[in-house]
């Protein structure tokens, strides 16, 4: 007769499964003395990949802009820079 894995087995099978994008939960999760109800670990390991997700996209995004406004705050103050010394 084959057992079914208790909760505590089959949480650690699933943190060991994940990437090293998990390992701040996963962490997290090691550190407790018990590990919380499995719908729960669950729950919150599919919280953290909705984060993880929108910190991806918000970055690319975030690059771009400072890069632009980077560019844009050189340009500015070069052309100023020449108006004061009289380039021009």
């Not at 208790?6 to 590990?35: T, Y």
């Amino acid at each position: 007769m084959v057992q079914a894995m208790d909760d505590d087995d089959l949480i650690i099978c699933i943190l060991c499964g994940l990437g090293s994008e998990f390992d701040p939960i996963v962490a997290a999760l090691n550190a407790r003395d018990m590990f919380p109800p499995l719908e729960r670990v669950i729950g919150k390991l599919c919280d953290f990949e909705i984060r993880l997700q929108g910190t991806r996209t918000s970055q690319s995004s975030v690059a771009f802009y400072t890069n632009k406004n980077r560019f844009h705050a050189r340009s500015q103050g070069s052309h100023n820079a020449r108006r004061r010394s009289g380039g021009y």
